[in-house]
């Protein structure tokens, strides 16, 4: 099996290289991956100029571009043969409820939704990780329990692992994205010139976090497992627009 790996935090990052080396131990893996941090970079393709891929010899390739743009060459050129799964991360800090609508991390796996096998975005829950191990060992987990019994690869799964050594691991947990209170406010500054100039904030914290959630799952020391999707359809509410739109003319 061959797995095409990728990330925001850029190709250096300690998460990304913690993933390659697991995978390494039993399957075919190329890592495409951005050039700096690209956090937050969510589902931009650059169209604008044009990319460079710059091959490193030990199985990773730098792109001057965003998760998705990586992922997207990777699946239609760079690649001598299409891999069966991506797997992107490992991000460090943790990418719940509201943040996949923004992280890259998210953005890379979804991008290789149309492999054979349900793509897989992984976050540690911290920024600056000591056990980094314990979210590859759960990486391999979840791919060798993808080869026993595949589930259906439209999927997404947005993992989270707590921060901790593998055996203080509570188990897994399927849950549903929780969400967070509005972001806090920008950070105003001056430059250097004296012009303004602002920080996005933080995000918000926790709101609809109880029993159930991605954010109660990680806190309570589980590794937190969502299902995504990629249709944003809400489907609930096709029935009632449709009466709603039926007043227009
Ligand atoms: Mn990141």
């Given at each position: 099996m061959k797995i095409l790996i990728s990330n925001d935090d850029g190709y250096q990052s300690p998460g990304l290289l913690a993933l390659a080396e697991a995978l390494r131990e039993r399957w075919e893996v190329e890592a495409v991956a951005p050039d700096r941090d690209r956090s937050g970079a969510s589902n931009s393709l650059t169209l604008d100029v044009p990319l460079r891929a710059t091959c490193l010899g030990n199985g990773i390739t730098r792109v001057d571009g965003t998760p998705t743009d990586c992922v997207h060459l990777a699946l239609t050129g760079l690649l001598e043969s299409e891999p069966d799964l991506v797997i992107s991360g490992i991000n460090h800090g943790p990418n719940l409820g509201d943040d996949i609508l923004y992280s890259g991390t998210v953005a890379a796996a979804t991008e290789g939704r149309f492999l054979g096998l349900p793509a897989i975005a992984i976050s540690i829950d911290s920024h600056r990780p000591a056990h980094l191990d314990t979210a590859a060992r759960v990486a391999v987990q979840l791919v060798e329990r993808l080869r026993t019994e595949p589930l259906d690869s439209s999927l997404i799964l947005n993992v989270n692992v707590p921060?901790?050594?593998?055996?203080e691991l509570k188990g897994f947990l399927a849950t549903r994205l929780g969400n967070r209170h509005k972001a806090e406010p920008v950070v105003m500054s001056r430059d250097p010139r004296g012009r303004v100039i602002y920080w996005v904030g933080p995000a918000g914290s926790e709101q609809d976090a109880g029993p159930g959630t991605d954010f109660h799952a990680l806190r309570s020391g589980y590794v937190s497992i969502t299902p995504l999707q990629v249709d944003l359809t809400k489907h609930s509410a096709l029935e009632g627009l449709g009466r709603w739109l039926s007043a227009c003319s």
């Open positions: 921060d901790c050594p593998y055996d």
